[in-house]
């Protein structure tokens, strides 16, 4: 008999037992055409859960790998990017950037959970006029904020810097329609809205992220999405998926 265990938790989340149930299944190989097609179906259903028409990338990582993904295949040594940070996940925006040598300004709201408004924003990237990148979350976990992601989306629209959007807790259970709010990267993690097991992450590229990412000079390999781009293509991946995670979803 299974234990039943409550999860009082923002992530992990309860798993249902229809998906408990599909990891039970035997491993099927990720070279073969009955996995391709699954994964092709996966893909194309968290397109429709990101609002978007372009393809979306299934990465065999936590949602932290997912926010590495977005920093090393947009950026460069030096870059200037701001970061929001409005809690412990906003926070980490920072630290992924320390880590590979981007300059970074951070919005430090204090608390965390306070307002940061589409005006102050705007204030923020005049006084910047070569930033490259925006670092936004949907919904902190750590503080249960909402940000106006829609009301970003509009200003950093109007510049040359991406808005990329760490939608871990919120995509799927919360509208963040990736085309229609101009949101240029967005990216969620399996564990929390999905409510599947943790290991798996996604992300979006909008076709001006994609320009960005063309003259990225960080280094990657693992998370490298021109191999991803390349793969999707062909209906696979660059590296071994998580098999059963993905039979999940």
């Known amino acids: 008999m299974i234990k039943k265990y409550y999860l009082l938790s923002p992530g992990p989340t309860p798993v249902p037992e229809r998906a408990l149930s599909a990891a039970a299944e035997p491993i099927i190989h990720h ?5 391709s097609a699954i994964f092709m179906e996966v893909t194309e259903g968290i397109k429709q859960v990101f609002g978007t028409k372009e393809d979306v990338y299934v990465l065999t990582s936590s949602g932290t790998g997912a926010m590495e993904t977005a920093v090393v295949n947009l950026l460069s040594p030096g870059d200037k990017v701001l970061t929001i940070n409005g809690g412990k996940f906003g926070e980490r925006w920072g630290n992924v950037c320390k880590a590979y040598g981007v300059n970074y300004k951070e919005i430090v709201l204090d608390p965390w959970g306070k307002d940061f408004s589409k005006d102050e924003l705007e204030a923020e990237l005049k006084a910047m006029p070569d930033c490259k990148a925006v670092f936004a979350t ?38 963040c329609p990736m085309d229609d709010w101009k949101i240029d990267v967005l990216l969620s993690g399996s564990q929390k809205s999905f ?3 943790p290991g798996l992450a996604f ?10 990412a063309a003259n990225s000079k960080l280094p990657k390999f693992y998370f490298d999405l021109k ?13 071994t998926p998580g098999v059963s995670l993905i039979i999940q979803q």
């Open 227 to 239: 191999k991803a781009q390349k793969n999707l293509a062909n209906k696979t991946t660059p590296w």
């Open 195 to 197: 409510m599947i097991p």
């Open 138 to 175: 949907l919904s902190e976990t750590s503080s249960g904020a909402m940000f106006d992601i829609q009301g970003f989306g509009e200003v950093v629209a109007k510049t040359a810097a991406v808005l990329v959007v760490d939608g871990i807790s919120g995509a799927g259970v919360t509208p």
């Open 203 to 212: 992300i979006g590229l909008s076709p001006k992220a994609w320009a960005l």
């Open 31 to 35: 070279r073969t055409p009955e996995f």
